[in-house]
Each structure stands twice: as C-alpha cells, then as structure tokens.
C-alpha cells in the first residue's frame, strides 16, 4: 500500500506546554484511522499539525509525498480537508455559500465556479443531508446540523485525505451512525480518513485502526482490539475498564468504571440468555460482586463473558432446554445468592423452570425493565404470568448497568440488615 500520511519524530509546544513529543505514525491510502485518547492527550493538535495549520517545532508532516510545511496551504488544501471540533461562525452565510467555501482550493486565479464546482456543492450536500438548509442562514440551523454542514463544506472541498475533529460530538445518535456511515463509504471508495474520535466504541467499529494518544505520545498503535485493551484503557483515561466484544456489532466494546467502583461484597446470581447480560455482568464485576450465571446455552454471548470474568457458571448444550441437572445446579446457586437479578431475556419453554425457580428462591430479586413481554414472550400465557410473577416479587429497575449494580447493592445490604436482625432474635445472651 501506499503511504498516504506520513508523521516523522514531530513534536509541537504552545504556550510553552509540550503537547507533542516526538510523535511518529504512518496512515495508509484508504484507510480510516481514529486517533482516540483522553482530552487535552493533542488530538487536535496533530491533525492540526497533519493540515499545515500548526508548523511543528521538531520534524515533519508528509501527506502523498509532500512536506505540508512546505507547499503553502493553497496545495495543502488540495491535499487535505477538514471538519473541526468547533464550527461556530460569526457571520449568517447561507448554507449553501458556506459549503462552497470548500471548492475554493479549485477555483482560478479570477474566481470563477464552473459547472463541475456546482455539481460537486449538490453532490456534497446531498451526501451529508443539507440540501434542505441550502437557503438558511448557517447561524441558525442546530448544532448538529451545522456539523453536517462542515462535513459537506469538507465534501465539497475533493480531496484524497480527509480530517475530522470529533465529528459526532454535536450529533444524536441516528446522526453519529449516518456521519460515520458516509465516512465509511469514502474511504471504501479511496479516501483516507483520520479523526479524532471521543467514543471508543464508535471507534472500534468503524476504524480500521487505532492510535492512542496520552502525555504527548502515541502510546498504542494497530487494529480497534490491539489498542483497546483494559489495560491501556485504564492507563490513559485513569479508569478502570472493561474491553469486549460486542455480541452484535463484534467490535470492540468499552465499559468504564469509576474509581469508586469497587467495595461491594456478596454473591450474585444472574438469570441471562441470548448476551442480555453480558453488559451487567461487567459491570457487577467491576463493583467487587461475585458472579454466578445460568443456565445459558454453552455457546451463548453470556456464557463467554461468564467465562471471561471468572463466573461461576451453568450451561446447556447449544439449542437444548434446561435439564433437570442444570435445575439442580441453578437452584443450588440461588440457595447460595444474596440476590438474583433477571436480565432482559426471552421466556421460553426451555428456560421457564430456572424463571420459576427464581420466582420461588429466598434471595431478594431484580427484574430489568427491558423490552415489553410481548416482544419476547414465546411460552405464551404460561410466559406473561411468570413474568407478571416475578414482576411482583422483585425489584423492578431500568435497562441500565448502573440502576441495576445500585438496585443490587440495596438487595445485598438488605438482606445482611435481615440476617443481622434474625440472629438477634434468636441469639439466648441477654
């Protein structure tokens, strides 16, 4: 392949402050490669200094061959675009003017925009979904929309590389998937990306590869599950972390945990199936729990997070229903539970009897509040009244990590208050 970027040994000071440090990468002709790391780690400013913006104090850039600070920023600019982290404007350009602002790298020396300079304006606006705004005033469309608007200003601008500064920042979440969706295509098509990207699962998923910055230096380079691991997670962001692979997406995926994370003490017991709770499992870990899981399918996205954490763990073989030895085995577990909680799973025929036998244990229960029964009830009217069942006997909380880890630190110190308060009624010492 060939070089498209080219990072020598560049290191750059502002204020004084030492933000570069030697820094060396290479980025590859149609690759997409995002540069992730914790604020002020100097994201931004080595795509500034990529685009000719900032001239390095030590070192060089070259983008197809050329030293960026040598070629003036006209060429640059034919070279490479970019979408900042701010696009505040002072003044109300209509949208259509600001995104043929890109086309100005191509224009003659008399200013004159010809017919291919318009085409590529429509086609730009119509790939980042502006073209209803052409006539708006840039200072009054949303944040959003004027990210979108930057993004087909860089569009329109044609050129082999493109740079981003957090592109989704301003985006809901159907925007930041279509964003990076039309980043993808480009550089299916040849385009070669790098941006700064603040979500690492985003990252993950749509990068091809990764490079981690923290204190002035590239710390970890290579593909999404070579960079992102809980270990340079938790070196560069001074959290603790969990790294998976996303049962859907099968990218990686980041759980960060904060500092207050640990402490907690007791035995968990969780019902999941079909990696419902896979993200719950992380998170109970994380908070000093100790896990048990079951019965699941052995090939199931749960039981790999089981094992991966250390879980004690019950399973079924692939496509089989819970037999009496797993029921045996489940009901041992929530003999010994100081709470169960009830991922967001599929009542079925095959697992109905480790739902009863929940419904049944002494331990205290969580009941994740996912999808509606009737969306994944297959055991019929037998399947909505255990449900309604279970409902009624545990703690109903949100789909979220951090309701459930909350809702089960209550359960546990509920019951220990029960224990506590049982051994005084029997204890015969006056």
Partial sequence: MTTAIDVDGVSVSLGGVAVLDAVSTTVEDGQFVGLVGPNGAGKTTLLRTINGALDPDEGAVHVAGADVSDIGSRATSRLVATVPQSTAVAFEFPVRHVVEMGRTPHIGRFGTRTAADREAVDAAMERAAVTDLADRPVTEVSGGERQRVFLARALAQDTPVLLLDEPTSD?????????????????????TVVAAIHDL??????????????????????????????????????????????????????????????????????????????????RLDAAGFECSVG????????????????????????????????????????????????????????????????????????????????????????????????????????????????????????????????TAETDPRP
């Fill in 201 to 282: 699962d985003l990252a993950a998923r749509y990068c091809d590869e990764l490079r981690l910055l923290y204190d002035g230096q590239i710390e970890a380079a290579g593909p999404p599950a070579s960079v992102l691991t809980d270990a340079t997670v938790e070196a560069a962001f001074g959290a603790r972390a969990r790294v998976v692979e996303h049962p859907v997406t099968e990218s990686m995926s980041v759980t960060a945990f904060g500092t207050d994370a640990t402490g907690a003490d007791g035995r968990v017991h969780v019902v999941g199936g079909g990696g419902a709770a896979t993200p719950l499992l992380h």
């Fill in 171 to 191: 985006l809901d979440v159907n925007h930041q998937v279509r964003t990076l969706d039309i980043v993808s295509d480009l550089v299916a098509e040849g385009r």
């Fill in 295 to 422: 019965a699941v399918s052995a090939d199931d996205p749960d039981a790999e997070t089981a094992r991966a954490i250390g879980a004690d763990l019950v399973t079924v073989p692939p496509y089989a229903p819970v037999d009496d030895e797993a029921c045996a085995a489940v009901a041992d577990r929530l003999r010994r539970a100081d709470a169960v909680v009830v991922a967001d799973v599929t009542v079925a025929p095959g697992n109905r009897a480790v739902l009863d036998a929940v419904h049944g244990s002494d331990a205290p229960v969580v009941v994740v509040d996912g999808r509606p029964i009737g969306d994944r009830n297959l055991a019929g009217a037998a399947g909505r009244r255990l449900d309604a069942r279970l409902r009624t006997r545990g703690r109903v909380v949100d789909d979220d990590p951090a309701a459930v880890v909350a809702a089960v630190r209550r359960a546990v110190g509920s019951k220990a208050d029960d224990k506590e308060r049982r």
